[in-house]
């Protein structure tokens, strides 16, 4: 029940393409649905987030759509660039307590 | 850059040793979160400390502590390393006390290699 679950595990897209990754959760306790960005050798970066009483939010090229009946929600990168090349991670978390992280998806963006 | 600073940045331990690696919180931060990320996967949440006090642990062994300072800055410590104890070690800082408030703010990692 603590387990999400995301996919793809990596993504290659073009410049100026849209990249979308999809994440899973079974506990319905999870208030705090945030997505992260890494490049190598570096931490974690908080890219965007969202509650469960919205369905979307977005900032500027990112958007996250939220589903909480089907208890799924997705990243979605409009107009990819070559420096959004990283691997991005999805995590929830109840009362900011034992946040829970997805695998991981690799994306490229092709020049 | 988050205003999380980690130390070290790279260290490499025996198997059996003790290791403790330290951590600055975001200024105005009341709240560290510590978690483990081995090559190619997701970070673990080892545990968080919440004005001094831990408030919630993930499925580490006792092994692994942790202490809060007045100053919110951290440590964590583990002792007996194991081989599988090798990963990025990262803090994370967050202001907590207001619901709904648990945006987390990461430090770059300590690399800890154990042989």
């Known amino acids: 029940q603590q387990q999400v679950k995301q996919s793809p595990q990596s993504l290659i897209v073009q410049k100026g393409g849209i990249s979308i990754i999809n994440c899973a959760y079974e506990?319905?306790?999870?208030?705090?649905f945030p997505w992260y960005q890494q490049f190598p050798g570096k931490g974690p970066a908080l890219l965007i987030a969202?509650?469960?009483?919205?369905s979307e939010k977005k900032e500027g090229r990112f958007t996250i759509s939220f589903n909480k009946s089907a208890k799924q929600f997705s990243l979605h990168i409009m107009d990819s660039q070559p420096g959004d090349s990283a691997t991005y991670f999805c995590?929830?978390?109840?009362?900011?307590?034992?946040?829970?992280f997805g695998p991981g998806t690799r994306l490229s963006v092709l020049p | 850059e988050t205003g999380v600073t980690q130390s070290p940045t790279h260290l490499i331990k025996t198997r059996g040793q003790q290791v403790t690696l330290r951590c600055s919180s975001q200024?105005?931060?009341?709240?560290v979160s510590w978690y483990q990320q081995a090559l190619g996967q997701g970070p673990q949440f080892i545990f968080q400390?919440?004005?001094?006090?831990?408030?919630g642990r993930g499925n580490f062994p006792p092994r692994f502590s942790g202490l809060q300072f007045p100053n919110y800055s951290s440590e964590l410590n583990v002792n007996a390393l194991e081989l599988d104890d090798s990963a990025l070690y990262l803090c994370?800082?967050?202001?907590?006390?207001?619901?709904?408030?648990?945006?987390?703010?990461f430090g770059p990692g300590t690399r800890l290699t154990v042989t």
């Open positions: 506990n319905t306790a999870f208030d705090y």
């Open positions: 400390y919440y004005r001094e006090e831990e408030n």
């Open positions: 995590a929830a978390s109840y009362y900011g307590q034992n946040f829970v």
């Open positions: 994370a800082s967050s202001l907590e006390g207001q619901r709904g408030y648990h945006e987390q703010y």
């Open positions: 969202i509650r469960p009483d919205v």
């Open positions: 200024s105005g931060h009341n709240t």
